[in-house]
C-alpha cells in the first residue's frame, strides 16, 4: 500500500479523496493554483505545492509541475480525480516513467478505451449492443456519407469526449456542416483532440451507466446502475440509483453481461459503462468512463462500500476482498449537483443533517467562486429504504441547505425532486428540453 498520494485535482473531489486517504493511513499531497491558494483541499493535505496561475493550463493541467510536486513531496502515486488529467494517457505514462503509480487504468489500456469510436469496436466482440456509429472522421465528406448510412437524426460526438463537451444533434443533411464544424471546435478546445465520429440518435431514451470495478487478479464485479437521464445540455444534474426503469430480472442481465465485458477488455480499475436504455427495454452501450465519475457517490450510499478507497487499493495491486455475490444493492439513492450561477464570496453556508444525508463539498466560510473552473459547488446525496422515503428526504435537505453569498441552483433542483414526471419516474432524457 502507499504511505503517501499526491492529489492532481481541486474542489471537492480533492477533499473527498484526502478524506478517504486520511482513514487509510496515507499522507496526502495537495497542489493548487493560485486562485485556489486558500481552498479546503490545501488546508486538510498534510503538504501543498502552489505549482502555477489561476487558470487550469498553467496549473491542474500542468503535467510536469505535477509531476515535479510528487518527486520533491516524496509521493509514490498520483490520483486524478475526474476531469483534468483523470483520462490523459500521456500523462499517466509521465507518471510512470518517473516511478510513480498513476491511480487509475495503465497508459495502454487508456490510450485503448479513451478513443470512444474506437472503443465501440471493442466492445463489439464482448457480446453488448452497440448504438450503430462510426469511427473517427478523416473530413466532413466522410461524415456526410457515414451520415447517409446511419440515417437521421444522428449525433457527432467527439472522440476523446466527457462532460457533454464536443456533442451536436443532426436532425437532417442540411445540419450537418455546422455541428461537425462547433462539435470539432469544441473538441479541440476542451480536449486538444478535435477528431469526431457519428452515433445514431436513439430516442426517447435514459441515459444509465453500470459502476465497475476489476483488479489486475481478474476479478470484476458490478455495483448496480445509476440512472443519469436528469441533463441539462448534456450536462448531469440529478442522478438516481436504482434506475425506476430498470427491472430486477433486466438489472441481473445486463450487471452479468457488462462483467464480462470488462473481463474480456482487461480492464483493471474503477470504471462506469454508459448505455441508452430504450422504451423497449434494450441497452445500446454507448461509451467508457476510465475514471471516478462525479456520481460515484450514489453507488456507494446503496452498497456501503468506498469507492475511493478501492480505486487507491487496485492501483496498489491489492485484489477484491468481495465478489458479486457479496454485492448487495439496498434501497435507493438519490444526488443533486449543487452548481454555482456565477461568481461571488460565500458568506453563509449552513449544510443539512441527519441519518443517511451527505454533502459533499469544498466549501467553507469565505470561499470564492472564480470564473476559471467548474461551477459544482458540492453534491447532496441521500439514502432511504424506499424511494418514495429518499424523495422525501431529498426535499427536506435541499430546503435546509443554505448557500449565501453565491447564486446557486438549489431552487431549480427543488423543482425537480417536486416534478410530477420526476416523482413517478417516468422520465427520460428529454425532461429538461433535451433532444
Not at 75 to 98: D, M, T, V, W
Not at 304 to 321: E, H, N
Not at 401 to 430: C, H, K, M
Amino acid at each position: 500500500m502507499f504511505s503517501k498520494i499526491l492529489i492532481a485535482n481541486r474542489g471537492e473531489i480533492a477533499v473527498r479523496i484526502i478524506r478517504a486517504c486520511k482513514e487509510m493511513g496515507v499522507a496526502t499531497v495537495a497542489v493548487y493554483s493560485e486562485a485556489d491558494k486558500n481552498a479546503l483541499h490545501v488546508a486538510l493535505a498534510d503538504t501543498s505545492y502552489c505549482i502555477g496561475g489561476a487558470d487550469a493550463g498553467s496549473s491542474y493541467l500542468n503535467e510536469k509541475q505535477i509531476i515535479s510536486a510528487a518527486i520533491l513531496s516524496g509521493a509514490q502515486a498520483i490520483h486524478p480525480g475526474y476531469g483534468f488529467l483523470s483520462e490523459n494517457a500521456h500523462f499517466a505514462a509521465l507518471c510512470r516513467k518517473n516511478g510513480l503509480v498513476f491511480i487509475g487504468p495503465d497508459p495502454e489500456s487508456m490510450e485503448r478505451l479513451s478513443d470512444k469510436a474506437a472503443l465501440k469496436s471493442l466492445i463489439r466482440g464482448t457480446g453488448l449492443t452497440v448504438i450503430p456509429g462510426t469511427e473517427a472522421l478523416a473530413s466532413l465528406a466522410e461524415a456526410g456519407t457515414a451520415a447517409a448510412e446511419i440515417g437521421y437524426p444522428l449525433m457527432v460526438k467527439a472522440c476523446a469526449g466527457g462532460g457533454g463537451r464536443g456533442i451536436r444533434l443532426v436532425s437532417g443533411p442540411e445540419e450537418l456542416e455546422e455541428a461537425y464544424n462547433q462539435a470539432a471546435k469544441e473538441a479541440q478546445a476542451a480536449f486538444g483532440d478535435g477528431s469526431v465520429y457519428l452515433e445514431k440518435y436513439i430516442f426517447p431514451a435514459r441515459h444509465v451507466e453500470l459502476q465497475i470495478l476489476a483488479d489486475e487478479q481478474g476479478n470484476v464485479v458490478c455495483l448496480g446502475e445509476r440512472d443519469c437521464s436528469l441533463q441539462r445540455r448534456n450536462q448531469k444534474l440529478l442522478e438516481e440509483t436504482p434506475s425506476p426503469a430498470v427491472g430486477e430480472k433486466q438489472r441481473r442481465d445486463i450487471m452479468a453481461r457488462a462483467v464480462d465485458a470488462v473481463r474480456k477488455i482487461g480492464y483493471v480499475g474503477a470504471g462506469t459503462l454508459e448505455f441508452l436504455l430504450d422504451r423497449a427495454g434494450n441497452f445500446w452501450f454507448m461509451e467508457m468512463n476510465v475514471r471516478l465519475q462525479v456520481e460515484h457517490c450514489v453507488t456507494e450510499m446503496l452498497t456501503g462500500l468506498d469507492l475511493v478507497k478501492w480505486q487507491i487499493r487496485t492501483a496498489a495491486g491489492i485484489p477484491l476482498s468481495f465478489t458479486q455475490e457479496d454485492v448487495r444493492l439496498s434501497g435507493c439513492a438519490i444526488e443533486c449537483r449543487i452548481n454555482a450561477g456565477g461568481c461571488g464570496r460565500l458568506s453563509m453556508l449552513h449544510v443539512p443533517g441527519g441519518p443517511f444525508v451527505r454533502f459533499d463539498t469544498c466549501l467553507i466560510a469565505g470561499s470564492t467562486v472564480s470564473p476559471y473552473y467548474d461551477s459544482l459547488l458540492g453534491k447532496l446525496i441521500v439514502h432511504a429504504a424506499t424511494r418514495e422515503e429518499a424523495l422525501r428526504k431529498l426535499r427536506a435537505a435541499l430546503c435546509e441547505l443554505v448557500i449565501e453569498g453565491i447564486p446557486t441552483n438549489i431552487l431549480d433542483q427543488l423543482a425537480i425532486v417536486e416534478d410530477e414526471r420526476f416523482t413517478s419516474g417516468n422520465y427520460d432524457l428529454t425532461f429538461m428540453g433535451n433532444g
